[in-house]
């Protein structure tokens, strides 16, 4: 049952924003960053690669890795809860769109503008000079030797270009974060799906859009949320819920 409240905040609400975790992209397939490694990785551990130091040390095992973890992100697709969230934007006067997830299945759902806190797979960046290249990425090349694959050199510095995401020991995108507080600080309606909230400075987003007046809502199969008002638990998963409160709020 989706709470009456919640439906009327969402009908009048004229700034909405969704956050969203890996239990959005999980129910497409793909592995959050903490399951076991499968396959040729099996032996790794995945924060001893995701770090700059890890990269120095062997920057052809790093970047076979994350063209690996691209790979898998190319072959899934869209699930309901990405569908839900970009016909939601038509719905509403206006929709901001913040995630934690490094792939592009809300781009590929129809979401435009999407606010990548974790960087992307999708956009590398040169770890010498951080200018990103020209042209994207072709599809994945297999590792070299099961598990190696030599990083492409940068065309404007000729340094090796990094994945673009945010590794262990490093800050977020100021420029990404700032948008999001800002969006939390103005909106009507958060709606937090397949995100624990509990990684910060990422955790702050739904507090902030709480303490500014804001309803929540958290999408979720765990119990979530601290407050006695204006918060509300779909307990479920995101390809479920999200397509029955965009149905029951607009009748899609």
């Not at 600080?185 to 739904?206: E, F, K, M, R």
């Amino acid at each position: 049952m989706i709470p009456a409240a919640l439906i009327t905040a969402l009908r009048g609400a004229r700034h909405v924003q969704v956050f969203t975790g890996a239990g959005v992209s999980a129910e497409s397939g793909i592995a959050t960053f903490r399951d076991t490694p499968s396959g040729l990785w099996e032996r790794y551990d995945p924060a001893t690669l995701a770090t700059a130091h890890a990269f120095r040390q062997d920057p052809a095992l790093v970047w076979g890795w994350y063209e690996w973890r691209r790979m898998q992100v190319l072959l899934a697709r869209p699930n309901p809860a990405h569908l839900a969230i970009a016909a939601l934007a038509q719905r509403v006067p206006k929709l901001t769109l913040v995630t934690q997830n490094v792939d592009d299945l809300h781009e590929r759902a129809g979401s435009t503008e999407v606010i990548h806190l974790h960087g992307s797979l999708h956009q590398p960046r040169c770890f010498a000079c951080a200018r990103s290249p020209s042209q994207p990425l072709g599809l994945p090349d297999e590792p070299e030797g099961g598990r190696h694959l030599e990083p492409p050199r940068c065309e404007h510095c000729g340094g090796r270009l990094r994945p673009g995401v945010v590794w262990f020991g490093e800050s977020l995108p100021e420029a990404a974060l700032t948008a999001a507080f800002a969006a939390a600080d103005s909106c009507d309606v958060l709606i937090s799906v397949g995100t624990s909230g509990v990684v910060h400075p990422a955790a702050q987003i739904p507090e902030r859009a709480w303490r500014a007046g804001a309803v929540l809502a958290h999408v979720n199969p765990q119990p979530l949320g601290s407050h006695a008002e204006r918060e509300f638990l779909l307990r479920g998963t995101a390809a479920q819920l999200m397509p029955q409160l965009l149905q029951a709020a607009f009748n899609d």
